[in-house]
């Protein structure tokens, strides 16, 4: 039963355009949300975040969107560089389970120069 | 220290064998995480210590599995008689402890090949 779901396995953009990663989820009491991107052989690295107070989170090229209603969360990358080209993990935590992340299975993002 | 810390990088080990993965989680964290992750999948969780006590184990830890915290610093994760279904990367992350609101900072992983 996965709780975090990420419907696309793979995504290939063009340099400088828009990268969109989507993420669903199915409990309800997930109330924060966290993407992380990783290059082989090493381990994931914390990128945004977002409570579910907000539905919106900036940092920089990167804004995480929520959809509380509809269980559904996005990953806007933009302009989108080579150097992004890694997989990106959607990821929740589960207060009700020390915290911990329960990760969805991933989206291995190429961006063509 | 710059961040959380896995030992070996990679284990090549016979089936049959025990091995055992040691990481050295970020000093002032006192929450730590053991994930494994295969390929193609997200790394999922196996078990979390506060400080020393291991508070939770995933039904994925089978009894061949093992884990420690002494003294709630570095941790250890043994596993007895490998099989070829233990190949996969083994993740350990740690975070402060100060709330749901802060993520967990990741090893960069042992990655473990049963032959």
């Known amino acids: 039963d996965q709780q975090v779901k990420q419907n696309s396995p793979s995504l290939s953009v063009q340099e400088g355009r828009i990268s969109i990663l989507n993420c669903d989820y199915t409990n309800s009491m997930f109330d924060y949300f966290l993407w992380y991107k990783k290059y082989p052989a090493e381990g994931p690295t914390f990128l945004i975040s977002?409570?579910?107070?907000?539905d919106k989170n900036e940092d920089g090229r990167f804004t995480v969107f929520l959809n509380k209603s509809a269980k559904h969360l996005s990953l806007h990358i933009v302009p989108s560089q080579p150097g992004d080209s890694a997989v990106y993990f959607c990821a929740a935590i589960d207060e009700t389970s020390y915290d911990k992340v329960i990760f969805g299975p991933g989206t291995s993002l190429s961006v063509i120069p | 220290d710059t961040g959380v810390s896995q030992d070996p990088r990679h284990k090549i080990t016979k089936r049959g064998q025990n091995v055992t993965f040691r990481c050295d989680p970020i000093?002032?964290?006192?929450?730590l995480y053991w994930y494994r992750q295969t390929l193609g999948q997200g790394p999922e969780f196996l078990t979390y210590?506060?400080?020393?006590?291991?508070?939770?184990k995933s039904r994925l830890l089978s009894d061949r599995f093992s884990a420690e915290r002494p003294k709630g610093s570095f941790s250890t994760l043994e596993i007895q008689r490998t099989e070829q279904g233990d190949s996969a990367m083994y993740l350990c992350?740690?975070?402060?402890?100060?709330?749901?609101?802060?993520?967990?900072?990741f090893g960069q992983g042992t990655r473990l090949t049963v032959v």
């Open positions: 992350a740690s975070s402060p402890g100060t709330g749901a609101d802060t993520e967990a900072f």
């Open positions: 977002i409570s579910s107070i907000k």
């Open positions: 210590f506060q400080n020393e006590a291991q508070l939770e």
């Open positions: 000093s002032e964290h006192n929450r």
